[in-house]
């Protein structure tokens, strides 16, 4: 060939996309480019027309969705796929790889992969290669191979692997022939060639016996038409399951369970049937069957209600007899929650006893509690709990057992009720029996006092009221003796001598002072009296306005004496601190009482802190404070009320002393010294007669006080 004698060389001229694109289609494979990204997934940019023919995929759909072509590896490639592509990627060599690929339409192909990687400026791996279709080759070698090793050329390797082979066939063989099933080969015919030991021992027969049977002879039951049906079910399924009655070679007939499995050796189909004597699941499960059915016939006769919660406790099973003690039929329980009948203040012991056999694998004392029924009424059960495990522990449900106790529960209310009313009436009789004996002993005092005033006070009042006419008649004699003195200057010796023996001087001076003196003793029995007739009160039986402060004072009069000092103390000073209060609708006879038992006490309590030998002596000096004032009290506080605080620096009490502090004949004076009445009748007369409040805070060693609040108007109590 000559050069062209007026141009330059000829030079290739770049390929056309047209062109390159048929270029690709020419070639006998498929052209891919496909890309890893930096997280490690892989996707297809490009993949050529011949993807269809070849993996009968769409291109298109593969390069938007991967998987496409990536599930048709069949999972024996798969791990060599991907150790492949991991390998080429880390070193940049060429990725080479073969494998088997199941198509769409369910074909085998044997495809061979090769691709030259490049890492992209961003770390992506991009790789451009082709996939070629080698199923003929890799077929043509194995026909070669089989071709070798039937002509005898048998390598090194290859008689290992055959070695290896026989010693599976033979520990096959060995666990065939030792399996506990009977294995048993048939025919399309369902004739037998091939049985192991435990099919001969199954059956009763020699194995050159019973390979001249058919399953026919071992299944009376079977039908041809019957076996025809499991052998074609066998070559779409591949394996059948069934349970038949066979028999034995005396006759006998036993139960068993089969599955039969398709065998395929080149051209030849045969089955093998796993075949398992079953006659004692059978037995067990028939008393398995009769035991469930007596213990049904016993739940569902039972008195009491048997049933099953799942650990979130939810009904699983009710017993029938629930219709006749809750109204619902199980039906109408199964899958619900078991506190749509639980009474709401019942819920949280139920809940707990729930949570106990599930927690402690123990089971749950009897507990009760109320069930709604249908009907809308409540009812009293009583019912047990415990778990019930499978055999790694874990809990399958809880059994309760209930049974009704409401009849019981109502027979112990009514007893329950009976007796608070039999405890309410001891304890008012207690009280009326107090209320007699204090009432009876404050009346006989009062009588007595008040008649003790009224004798006193009547010679008293005489001597009290002539005392000023004795004193103007005294005066009216010493002014005539003064008149005698004036116009007599000289009196007889006897006179004389009498005047110096009785000193006249003294008498005149000291006789208006001693008259004196008699008027304000006679005052002070007259205010006395007046106290005594004021503490009484015999005069006001009923409610009336009255100053407390004047019953206050009357009281510490009356005890005056023991506010005296003693050799173990000195005197206690009564300090009042007194507000402002109106008069008090009130009884004040019974608040006299009440004063004198809280005034009584605080001496009591003051005299035994001085007494203590054990201890020092008090540091500061004996007193009783009295505060008065008006406040609210009562419900939201709209209610006037006059406040008494009664305050001592004694001794004290404890706490669980000042809780008993107002029970009936509750007290810690020694025997004889009282009676336990005081404190109780005064908080009835606080608390009941007057709608008031008494109460009393005390520390040991720091003092007790008592605080008294009653309503200035008038709220009727018990009298």
């Known amino acids: 060939m000559h050069d062209s004698p007026s141009s330059e060389p000829i030079r290739p001229s770049l390929l056309s996309a047209d062109r390159l694109k048929r270029l690709i289609d020419s070639i006998s494979g ?53 150790t492949t592509r ?20 369910g074909r085998i192909k044997w495809l061979r992969w090769r691709a030259i990687p490049v890492r992209q400026d961003h770390g992506e791996i991009l790789w451009d290669g082709v996939m070629v279709d080698i199923t003929v080759y890799v077929s043509a070698e194995g026909i070669l191979q089989q071709a070798w090793e039937d002509a005898g050329r048998q390598d090194e390797r290859r008689t290992r692997q055959l070695q290896q082979t026989l010693e599976q066939l033979q520990l096959m063989q060995f666990l065939v022939d030792r399996a506990p099933d009977a294995i048993l080969w048939m025919d399309r015919q369902a004739r037998l060639s091939y049985v192991n ?74 089955c093998c049937a796993f075949v398992r004597d079953i006659s004692e699941r059978t037995a067990a499960e028939q008393a398995m069957r009769e035991s469930e059915a007596k213990f049904r016939s016993m739940v569902e006769n039972a008195n009491d209600i048997i049933y099953l919660l799942t650990p979130e406790g939810l009904f699983s099973y009710v017993a029938p007899n629930c219709a006749r003690f809750w109204g619902y039929h199980p039906a109408e329980l199964q899958g619900t929650s078991y506190d749509r009948l639980v009474h709401p203040e019942d819920l949280p012991a ?22 709604r029924h249908k009907d809308g009424s409540w009812r009293w059960h009583a019912s047990k709990l415990s778990a019930v495990r499978n055999s790694r522990g874990r809990v399958l449900s809880v059994v309760g057992i209930a049974h009704d106790i409401t009849a019981r529960v109502l027979a112990e209310q009514a007893q329950q009720q009976a007796n608070q009313d039999l405890e309410r009436a001891l304890q008012k009789l207690q009280q009326t029996q107090a209320q007699l004996v204090q009432s009876e002993k404050m009346s006989s005092l009062g009588q007595m006092v008040a008649g003790i005033a009224h004798e006193i006070n009547n010679p008293v009042g005489f001597i009290h009221g002539n005392l000023k006419h004795a004193s103007d008649y005294i005066e009216d004699m010493l002014e005539l003796l003064e008149l005698y003195q004036r116009d007599f200057p000289q009196a007889t010796p006897e006179i004389q001598t009498h005047i110096e023996d009785i000193d006249l001087e003294f008498i005149r001076e000291d006789l208006p002072k001693l008259l004196s003196s008699m008027e304000v003793g006679t005052t002070r029995i007259r205010e006395i009296v007046r106290s005594l007739r004021n503490f009484s009160r015999l005069d006001e039986a009923e409610r009336k306005p009255v100053d407390l402060h004047s019953g206050l004072d009357s009281t510490l009069m009356i005890l005056g004496n023991r506010l005296k000092s003693t050799p173990q103390r000195p005197e206690i000073v009564a300090i009042k601190e007194y507000g402002d209060l109106p008069r008090v609708d009130c009884f004040a006879g019974q608040l006299n009482q009440v004063f004198v038992n809280i005034f009584a006490n605080a001496i009591d309590a003051i005299d035994e802190a001085w007494a203590e030998p054990s201890t020092q002596k008090p540091s500061a000096p004996p007193q009783i404070r009295i505060v008065t004032e008006v406040l609210h009290c009562g419900d939201f506080q709209r209610t006037e009320c006059v406040s008494i605080r009664i305050a001592d620096n004694g001794l004290g009490m404890s706490e669980s002393v000042r809780q008993r502090l107002f029970d009936p004949f509750f007290t810690t004076k020694p025997v004889g010294k009282g009676t336990g009445l005081g404190m109780s009748i005064s908080y009835q007369i606080v608390t009941q007669t007057h709608g008031g409040q008494l109460y009393c805070t005390s520390e040991l060693g720091r003092g007790s006080e008592f605080t008294i609040e009653i309503p200035i108007a008038a709220e009727l109590g018990n009298d």
Not at 54 to 61: K, T, V
Not at 352 to 365: N, R
Request: with cysteine.
């Open 30 to 82: 498929v052209v891919f480019q496909c890309c890893q990204s930096e997280d490690g997934s892989l996707r297809f940019s490009f993949l050529s027309s011949s993807c269809q023919q070849m993996l009968e995929l769409d291109p298109d759909a593969v390069c938007a969705d991967v998987s496409l072509l990536l599930k048709t590896i069949c999972p024996e490639s798969r791990d060599r796929f991907e």
């Open 86 to 105: 991991a390998a080429s990627a880390a070193t940049l060599q060429i990725w080479e790889w073969e494998g088997l690929w199941r198509l769409p339409s």
């Open 197 to 270: 030991p435990s099919a001969c021992r199954m059956f009763g027969y020699e194995a050159a016996e019973l390979l001249t049977l058919s399953l026919y002879d071992l299944d009376a039951n079977l039908s041809a038409d019957a076996w025809q049906e499991r052998w074609t079910h066998l070559q779409s399924e591949e394996v059948s399951s069934f349970q038949a009655v066979y028999r034995h070679q005396d006759g006998r007939m036993f139960p068993v369970e089969a599955n039969l499995i398709r065998l395929q050796f080149g051209q030849r189909l045969e």
């Open 350 to 371: 139920y809940q707990k006893a729930l949570d106990h056999p599930i927690e402690t694998d123990g089971q749950q004392e009897e507990i009760e509690y109320r069930i």
